[in-house]
């Protein structure tokens, strides 16, 4: 049976911790869908046709990488895709509070979904997206937390 594990998240945008929690748990899965998600606390700052794109674009030489977008609950999509992990990265004691009230409330509604945590590299832990859109939207050069493949021309708000 194939291991598919969703990396559920908004990605806006996707950042160095995101890419760095993907390319480590590459080894651990044959394929990881990138779920890029609608979270009804956010409110998007980049077009999800872009962070799609952004995202294809970093992994474009990964074969066991691919991209989606799903509005509703992940474990449907992880039903609809048939995943049996979901994968997060821990930056914090409370992400982990956090990840696991959501883990648990998944394993509840879909019994064999596991749910694997990474904790991110020590040099990720302040690098979040809405730190990395705030350094965008006031102009700031954020290309420190982007990943390497991505122009950080296209990130200008005159762009998005």
Known sequence: MERIAIFPGS???????HESIVKRALPMFDKIVIMIGFNSNKKSFFPLEKRMKW????FEDETKIEVKSHEGLTVDFCKLVDAK???R???????????RAIAQVNKRMHPELETVFLLTKPEHTPVNSSIVRDIILHDGDASMFLPQK???????????
């Open 11 to 17: 990605f806006d945008p996707f950042t160095i911790g």
């Open 55 to 58: 995202i294809n674009q970093i």
């Open 85 to 87: 992990y979901i994968l």
């Open 89 to 99: 990265g821990l930056r914090t004691s409370s992400d982990f509070e956090y990840e």
């Open 150 to 160: 991505l122009n950080m021309n296209e990130f200008k708000k005159d762009e998005a």
